[in-house]
């Protein structure tokens, strides 16, 4: 593979050129503190909350230039010569090393480059218990010749809220303090406050950067330390011998950098450390005090890297013919669904970040990790239902700074968290969670993070109710929330968040939030039933089924499924539309809520054959937009082919992944799966972004020459949604009330093939066999050798390993 490969084992991927198309990144975190890491140490840190609470800084052009970021440059000083300087992560000089590789791991990055006869290598981790990463440094003497060094670590603060950087630049610089504290050897950073968007804000934590070595200089301002008009790929302070003491910096742009003078006979070694983070001042002292015994950090980087092992490996794994199928779902994917969890979609490398977490977003992660953190998906439950109001509307996010996000009711949040539930059940046999009380929200947020004018304090909260209760206001609310059509109004947009002019008016209809609205209240019918709740169970059902015949009667066009109506009433996603004919979305959801008839379900999918499907995968619709229409709003704005606008969206690929499944089309699913899989692109010049982490999407066939790019990696729905297709659907081991069922769908080529999966206290070992080569179909299930009716297993709960063979037919 060209820029590097996977490791044996598949646990690392091995990046040995730095020149990548694009950063090729890693996220470090624990659920507190988060490094975001590029292959050459690009990147930003945060602390709680990606916008509010930004340590380092991110240029918006970071992702063409992987800069700013964690730097160490090294000054190899000569008798005769000129001083030699480069950097040890290849970035920020670009000296060609002798040698370079950075290793992005589970938990940590590796990155190690060799000039002039010095080899480095620099272990990035963030512990998991402390608000700190941890640049664990080994320079090592490769040459015959004593080496004279100065070490030069550098980072450059950001410190508080990243938006209003954007903004005020020029001001918000003017808060910040940053100084060199002598007794702790330690830069110390912060802002005296912040007054902005999100509120008036005395900045609560301290920001540090230390060193385990001796320090012999040291400098916390950002101009004077580079020196007119330079970068930091050209320091006049190291280059120039310009470097001087500078302990206090305020109101400018501010760094820390620590010299340090090092002499390493040949073959000799010298190991320390570097730390960097931020937390509550009390805490700090601590933190240097453990993070500065070098048998310490090692401890915790093992400790570190056993925990995200653990969290990967000890629980589902496949074996299938395709080995790139089975390195991103065994491994890869799981990795990138923690990411998911733990920050939703915030700590971007591609945007700014607008803090918080996702309501919608959330219920997807959680849901799609249920099988191997069943803990953390109860968890969210919870937290998300508390964002629900007692009208059934509910926050968008949320935030551990600042609470619930804004007010937008007219959205698909509704929809979301009854499949979390329902799943969440099926995992565990858990039904009391529908009895647990959550209070209601009551805002006291408006507009984002915008403070509401008329809140004069107050409880958030507005008394309390069971779950099952919460999931019945979210379903009731989207259910009469709607147009003269009788679909769920889509008020500033639904999933697709580029159609927010459909709606502004507050009269245009979403039919895809219709079809996902009569997939959550069959799943909630399902729930009042097993409850014992008779007569909520057919209320609910009536729902659906009204909902279900208003779609069937009024939004088929023929040969697929409309998209939804625009406040004047004009149709989009239809055939009489000469842009954005046919939408995904509405075809994959027609088949996962069962609206659809079999004469139907067949033109279905011949027409996303047809018109969607393409050499690099499903489309979100076809054809894009090329000119701007009002009607819609900005999803007409962005270039063809790109993001919204007729992208090859991972993560509605994935529907329709789910839904081939649903229907016994194995070979499609598949073969749309392996499209959209990172680690098989055949040209990497062309797709750019990382081989081992989904992307949001590729663009689009409508683009007039960037068609298969990759864009915007890690953060995004697709990591569950594969994940789930993948075991449940594609293997098919999945969840159900009653036990797990074995229900594979495959291609018809593989013969063979094996998944081990935990289940409520068990462990299933599940050998199928496919010897008549078809698709989908259970002919026989054995158990521990005997054979069982049906293909649904009960569940053992012995903690023992149970064989099962599947005979597929």
Known sequence: MKYGHFSNDGLEFIVTDPNTPRPWINYLTNEKYCSIISHCAGGYSFYKDCRSERTLRWLPENWHFDRPGRYLYIKAKGKSKKAKVWSATYQPMRVKPQFYEARHGLGYTQISTKYNGLLSQITFFVPEHDDCEIWLVRLTNQSNKPQDLEIFPYVEWLLGDY??????????????????????????????????????????????????????????????????????????????????????????????????????????????????????????????????????????????????????????????????????????????????????????????????????????????????????????????????????????????????????????????????????????????????????????????????????????????????????????????????????????????DAIDAAGIKGKGESVWLAQALVRSLKMLAELAQISGQKQKTDDLLNKAKTMAERINDIAWDGAWYKRGFTDDGTVYGSKINPEGKIHTNAQSWAILSGITDKERLKKIINSVDKYIDGPHGLALFAPAYSKWNPKLGRISMFSEGTKENAAIFCHAAMFMIVAYCMVGEGNRAYKSMRKLMPNVQPDYDLYKTEPYVYAEYLVGPGHPYLYGEGAFTWITGTAGWSFMAGTEWVLGARRDFEGLRIDPCIPSNWKNCFISRPFRGAVYEIEISNPRGVQHGVKEVFVDGRKIEGNLIKPFKDKKVHRVRVLMG
């Not at 001001?171 to 100084?179: A, F, H, Q, S, T």
């Not at 011998?241 to 760094?255: A, M, R, Y």
Request: hydrophobic share 35%.
């Open 163 to 496: 938006h209003l950087e954007l903004r005020y630049r020029n001001i918000m610089n003017l808060y910040n303090r940053v100084w060199f504290d002598r007794q702790h050897n330690c830069v110390f950073a912060k802002k005296t406050a912040s007054w902005g968007d999100l509120n008036i804000q005395s900045f609560q934590y301290e920001a540090f950067f230390a060193s385990s070595l001796a320090v012999s200089g040291y400098a916390t301002r950002k101009n004077a330390f580079l020196g007119k008009y330079n970068t930091e790929a050209t320091p006049r302070g190291i280059l120039e011998d310009k470097f001087k003491n500078i302990s206090f910096c305020s109101g400018e742009d501010g760094i820390a950098c620590f010299k340090h003078n090092l002499k390493l006979k040949p073959g000799s070694s010298k190991e320390f450390v570097i730390i960097l983070g931020q937390t509550e001042p009390e805490n700090i002292q601590k933190l240097l005090v453990k993070y500065r015994n070098l048998s310490h950090c090692h401890k915790a980087l093992d400790e570190t890297k056993k925990i995200w092992k653990k969290r990967i490996l000890d629980n589902i794994i496949i074996k299938t013919p395709d080995k790139d199928f089975d390195l991103m779902m065994n491994i890869w994917v799981k990795y990138q669904l923690y990411i998911c969890n733990l920050w939703s979609r915030s700590p971007s490398f591609y945007h700014e970040g607008s803090g918080g977490r996702g309501y919608r977003d959330s219920c997807q992660d959680s849901e799609g990790i249920l099988a191997i953190n069943q803990e953390l998906t109860r968890k969210r439950i919870l937290k998300i239902a508390s964002l629900i109001r007692k009208d059934g509307t509910s926050a968008p996010g949320w935030s551990d700074i600042f609470g619930p996000a804004g007010h937008r009711p007219n959205k698909d949040h509704q929809v979301w968290l009854t499949y979390t539930v329902s799943a969440y059940i099926k995992e565990t046999g858990d039904l009391s969670i529908l009895s647990e009380y959550v209070p209601y929200l009551k805002d006291k947020w408006r507009g984002g993070w915008e403070i509401d004018p008329n809140f004069s304090g107050g409880p958030t909260t507005d008394g309390e109710g069971t779950l099952f209760e919460h999931l019945e206001r979210n379903l009731n609310f989207a259910f009469n929330n709607v147009g003269e059509r009788g679909f769920p109004l889509i008020g500033h947009a639904d999933w697709n």
